[in-house]
């Protein structure tokens, strides 16, 4: 079924301020870049939403202090340099990284960025009342603290392989203190500057109407400005992925298109248009199906459903999750729909290439399934086609966001589900609620209200520490935590979450390689996430543009400021 939410769209005027006499004229700007997002922005707040199309709209005006491009190279952004033991930015014993800050760097409203606004993010982030999503990065530090104006000091729990984790990449984006400063906690949903951020970045939010668009302007403060390529930049929302390859690749009525997930041989006939090329990259994002280990049928006293009180009544069997494996045809998926732009896969954690798992392996077995099934005692007692056991019949809700190639990966799945007495109801939620990360909304990923549901994320640091906590029993979404948190499976194994642990404080790296890698064979071997394709990061870009240069660390609008017109 086709799920449907009604939300009052806001729109946000800027309510920044320009000091005139401060400003600096960019040089041979072009008007404005177009950029086409079938998967609409609806936040501009990276830590409140599981959105990567949030994220990346926000990452236009927004900075970390330090990224990795595609050779896996630190850049530094706000950071003036990046810390070593040589430099003395890294402590000898791994407890604690210290960052030097560029001097002299203006949020676009004119105040001054100092280590104050480093450390607000920190408390912000790591706030439970807030609800964060990036919290995962910082569960390893014990505290930070603001040396002084232009210095910032990270102070972890235990020595730290990973101490390139907070504050870095798409993760790491800092909020200015003094507009946040009085939305640390429950209300953090209400600040303004969640519609009309105030950034250090090369661009500014001008106006903003969630779902639909938005407008950026330069930054007069930004400290590279006789850089930008452009005067504005329009973000526009809606549509869906083939018309936003059309555009950019055929017609050529934008210059960009965020995400195109469709078909490969549409794709193909897309490209020869002749106005853009397809730019892709395989990084550490895979598409996968989560199985809810609660039941989303049953409610508590609260209205709570998929609740830790109430397992699911016949996913709590490893044999059924199994079973639904091998049911699934991930090769069909792969040569069908996703060609060149995406290849089965059998593994939860697939980049970097050093931590992949060659003890693991995915298989289509309908005849196996059915056996599974058998054995762990459901079967079709009233020849009615679909298996049953103790009164309760094996149905099952299977969800996914609004998207052409995703609902005919669902058709597939389906179809073997049901050649093994599965009875299979998909459901279709727009992306931006799936993805909006909103507590207040039951169709999200977080509140995971059906049985199974699909979608694209992964590891997007060169550390996996971050990705790998995903399944943690700390990390479970529930009304109590306002709905935070990505183990959205209720997955809760107190060995993985030994080897996490571990892990976070192995210094030798090749041991650490080798616990990440069995803390992915539980997973996989567990049947809790059903991996089925990893897939590259597939854009369209219009010929005219130069500059654009993609990385799977960060979001593809992380040197917008180098993209121009020639």
């Known amino acids: 079924m086709l799920s449907v939410g009604v939300t009052f769209v806001l729109f946000a005027c800027n309510r920044q301020q320009n000091n005139l006499s401060s400003q600096i004229t960019p040089k041979k700007q072009s008007e404005t870049l177009n950029l086409l997002y079938w998967q609409a922005p609806t936040i501009l707040n990276p830590h409140l939403s599981t959105g990567f ?51 002299g760097i203006k949020w676009s409203d004119g105040t001054p960025f100092i280590a104050d606004d480093v450390v607000f993010t920190y408390q912000f982030i790591t706030n439970p009342k807030v609800g964060s999503t990036s919290a995962n990065n910082y569960a390893t530090v014990e505290k930070v603290e603001a040396i002084n104006e232009n210095t ?12 390139d984790l907070p504050f870095i990449g798409g993760g790491g984006m800092i909020l200015p203190r003094h507009l946040y400063e009085k939305y640390n906690g429950k209300n953090a949903r209400q600040a303004p500057e969640n519609l009309i951020p105030v950034g250090t970045g090369p661009y500014k939010v001008v106006e903003f109407r969630p779902g639909d668009v938005v407008v950026y302007q330069v930054n007069s403060y ?14 526009k929302g809606g549509g869906d992925a083939t018309s936003a390859a059309r555009a950019v690749l055929q017609t050529g009525d934008v210059d960009y298109a965020y995400n195109l997930q469709v078909e490969v041989n549409i794709l193909n006939q897309l490209e020869t248009g002749g106005t853009g090329k397809i730019k892709s990259i395989f990084g550490g994002t895979s598409e996968r199906i989560l199985i809810n280990l609660t039941d989303p049928n049953k409610a508590t006293a609260e209205g709570e459903k998929s609740s830790l009180k ?9 044999q059924v999750r199994e079973a639904f494996s091998l049911a699934i045809d991930r090769d069909t998926i792969a040569k069908q729909l996703y060609g060149i732009t995406g290849k089965a896969t059998s593994n939860f954690l697939i980049a970097p290439t050093q931590y992949n798992s060659f003890s693991t392996s995915y298989e289509f077995n309908l005849e196996k399934a ?6 762990a005692g459901w079967k079709d007692s009233n020849n009615n086609g679909i298996r049953d056991k103790n009164g309760i019949e094996m149905k099952v809700v299977f969800q996914t966001s609004v998207n052409p ?9 389906k179809q073997g589900l049901r050649k093994i007495g599965v009875a299979v109801e998909l459901k279709n939620v727009d992306a931006s609620i799936f993805f909006s990360s909103d507590p207040a909304n039951t169709d999200t990923v977080e509140h995971f209200y059906a049985d199974l549901e699909m979608f694209t994320t992964g590891n997007r640091n060169p550390d996996p520490s971050t990705y790998m906590k995903t399944y943690m029993c700390d990390t479970i979404p529930q009304k109590s935590n306002n709905w935070s948190g990505d183990n959205y499976s209720r997955y809760c194994n107190p060995e993985y979450d030994r080897l996490w642990q571990q892990a976070t404080q ?26 089925l394709i990893h897939r590259a990061d597939v854009v369209g870009i219009s010929d005219k543009i130069k500059g654009f240069k ?9 040197n917008i400021k180098d993209w121009k017109i020639y």
């Open 370 to 375: 059915s056996k599974l099934l058998d054995k």
């Open 550 to 558: 993609s990385t799977p660390w960060d979001f593809n609008t992380w």
């Open 310 to 318: 109430f397992p699911h009544p016949f996913f709590q069997d490893r």
């Open 53 to 103: 199309k949030d994220s990346e709209a926000s990452r236009i005006t927004l900075e970390p202090l330090a990224s990795y491009d595609n050779q896996g190279n630190l850049i530094p952004f706000l950071a003036a340099e990046i810390p070593s033991i040589e430099n003395g930015g890294i402590s000898r014993n791994g407890k604690s990284v210290t960052w030097k800050l560029k001097k």
């Open 222 to 235: 930004f400290r590279e400005i006789d850089q930008l390529g452009f005067k504005t930049i329009k973000l």
């Open 506 to 531: 192995e210094l030798d790296q090749k041991k650490r390689q080798e616990i990440f890698i069995e803390m992915n064979d539980i997973l996989v071997n567990d049947f809790v996430a059903i991996p």
């Open 405 to 413: 190639l995703r609902q005919k990966t669902q058709e597939i799945v």
């Open 152 to 163: 910032v000091k990270v102070v972890f729990k235990q020595p730290n392989p990973a101490w």
